[in-house]
């Protein structure tokens, strides 16, 4: 037995199966194989940098979680999982990206040696890691059994985090201050963008005392100009320059766990349409916070928000916010709740989301955001410490 370095304790992870078990109880589903990266994480602690194999966790109603996957990633699974050794399978190299034969074959050889041939089981058909090769490939190998589509099952028992989680998350929140207060001093005219984001990944990866960094789900957003109209590019060779505003997106990340916020910058003078907009931004931020309460919905949220934004004469379609925590990357999304007036998600002491009203107009962006923290009672926490307004630098 290899020493680990497990981030939660023993009865974290039993309460988190608990919780698995009933949700898989209430489906009618025997077996539940999860191949979201975020899941496997939550379910057994597995870490690694393997997610594009075919992998993922067995959670049995009676026996402690599998971890299955490359043979070489069991080297691993073994080394990040809490579960003893015998609960890490791995399959042979002849499986990986071979035209004539699937990995599925070998997980399908296994369900039925353990009797699982005629079990309903519960998969992640919605999913960036579950494709339709493996679907098809797992039920023509096993055609007693039936494939329940089980999407988003695990990503629900995540959406209330436990105090050891909002930990985590504070000191994620400390790393992202480091990061949003270390950008708005480097950027200047001039200066091209990838030295910015060179100074945000030195940021993120140092850390801050008792929290290192590890890797966000999601790279560095920073368009300018007319460019943050468009939401998620990224960064190139560019310089900043006088007359645009830049948004941030970022996010520090301490094990898996991310605290996002956003902070808009303006190189020069904002127009009157810009500080119209960060007003009613503002304004909605702190509507949406004052309204993000224990038995609330998640409606609430957007439309104390929208009360704002639509005062000033912005209307905008999008959703505000969604729930974060424990990611991998394409997304840092947990995929469940939407912070947006059709849904009626009643609001719960313990989840954790990234409100973040973005405005993405023809000629310019604006994004100021914060994650949130539903405490016991009262208006909702943020968890980064960052003023709310647009930055100016003249």
Same mark, same amino acid.
């Given at each position: 037995?290899?020493a ?8 974290e ?19 539940m ?5 975020s ?12 997610f ?17 996957g ?12 809490w ?14 990206q ?22 309903r ?10 494709s ?17 589509d089980a999407?988003?099952l ?17 000191k ?7 990061i ?9 005219p ?7 984001v #060179?100074? *945000?990944? =030195?940021? $993120?990866?140092? &850390?801050? @005392?008792?929290a290192?960094?590890?890797? +966000? ?9 007319s ?25 520090g ?8 916020c956003?902070?808009t910058?303006?190189l ?9 907009a ?33 005062? #000033?004469? *912005?209307? =905008?379609? $999008?959703?505000? &916010?969604? @729930? ?5 990357? +394409? ?5 469940t ?8 998600t ?43 307004k ?5």
């Amino acid at each position: 037995m290899i020493a680990k370095d497990i981030p939660f304790t023993h009865a974290e992870y039993q309460r988190r199966l608990v919780k698995t078990r009933h949700a898989m109880d209430g489906a009618n589903i025997d077996l539940m194989f999860c191949t979201d990266p975020s899941n496997q994480n939550w379910l057994t602690a597995y870490d690694g940098w393997s997610f594009y194999v075919h992998q993922g966790v067995l959670v049995f109603p009676d026996a402690d979680p599998a971890w299955w996957g490359r043979a070489m990633d069991a080297n691993g699974g073994v080394r990040t999982v809490w579960m003893e050794d015998d609960r890490v399978w791995g399959y042979d190299d002849i499986y990986v990206q071979s035209t004539e034969r699937h990995p599925m074959e070998d997980l399908a050889a296994r369900l039925k040696d353990l009797g699982l041939g005629f079990a309903r089981i519960g998969v992640e058909m919605d999913n960036y890691y579950f494709s339709a090769k493996a679907y098809e490939v797992l039920k023509a190998n096993l055609p007693d059994a039936t494939l329940v589509d089980a999407t988003a099952l695990v990503n629900w028992q995540r959406a209330v985090k436990s105090p050891e989680e909002i930990g985590f998350m504070r000191k994620a929140a400390s790393i992202t201050d480091k990061i949003v207060n270390g950008l708005l001093e480097r950027v200047e005219p001039g200066v091209p963008k990838n030295e910015i984001v #060179a100074e *945000i990944f =030195r940021d $993120a990866v140092r &850390g801050v @005392p008792g929290a290192w960094g590890d890797y +966000p789900a999601i790279l560095p957003l920073l368009p300018s100009g007319s460019d943050a109209g468009a939401p998620h590019l990224t960064w190139n060779g560019r310089p900043f320059t006088k007359g645009e505003a830049t948004f941030f997106e970022v996010s520090g990340v301490y094990r898996r766990y991310h605290a996002p916020c956003c902070r808009t910058l303006m190189l020069g003078q904002p127009t009157e349409e810009m500080k119209l907009a960060e007003g009613a931004i503002v304004e909605g931020l702190n509507a949406g916070i004052e309204a993000a309460r224990p038995g609330a919905r998640a409606a609430d949220i957007a439309n104390a928000l929208n009360g704002s934004l639509e005062k #000033a004469g *912005i209307k =905008r379609g $999008a959703r505000c &916010g969604y @729930p974060v925590g424990l990611s991998y990357p +394409p997304d840092w999304g947990e995929r469940t709740i939407s912070l947006r007036p059709s849904d009626d998600t009643v609001l719960e002491p313990g989840m954790t989301f990234h409100f973040m009203p973005g405005l993405w107009m023809d000629s310019w962006g604006m994004e100021i955001t914060e994650t949130i923290l539903i405490r016991d009672e009262g208006a909702a926490e943020p968890l980064c410490n960052q003023p709310r307004k647009l930055f100016i630098k003249d």
